[in-house]
Nanobody
Framework: VQLQASGGGLVQAGGSLRLSCAAS????????MGWFRQAPGREREFVAS????????DYADSVKGRFTVSRDVAKKTGYLQMSSLKPEDTAIYYC???????????WGQGTLVTVSS
């Protein structure tokens, strides 16, 4: 399985963006998809995750109420809808997947989100 992230860009504070993460290969091996981000000079941090089969969704406290994850199984694509963006959301966003009972082990190339004040 390979992951291709897209949808990043420049947006003003308060605006919205939707990131996509397309999985190629055999996504049947995916148990969950996650989103992480890394801001300049900071460590990579968890943003959100969801089970690929549906159900459990987790969000970092910093994005709760503003970001929403979803997926289209037929398109083998996950989404991160980001609203009410803040300058502190500026980062490279990565999608990742993991098989059942395992850690995040497959990463997309990252897509840059820049939020201007």
């Amino acid at each position: 399985v390979q992951l291709q992230a897209s949808g990043g860009g420049l947006v003003q504070a308060g605006g919205s963006l939707r990131l996509s993460c397309a999985a190629s290969g055999r996504p049947s091996s995916i148990a969950a998809m996650g989103w992480f981000r890394q801001a300049p000079g900071r460590e990579r941090e968890f943003v959100a995750s969801h089970r690929w089969s549906g159900g459990t969704i987790d969000y970092a406290d910093s994005v709760k109420g503003r970001f929403t994850v979803s997926r289209d199984v037929a398109k083998k694509t996950g989404y991160l809808q980001m609203s009410s963006l803040k300058p502190e959301d500026t980062a490279i966003y990565y999608c990742t997947t993991r098989p059942a009972y395992s850690n995040w082990n497959l990463w997309g190339q990252g897509t840059l989100v820049t939020v201007s004040s």
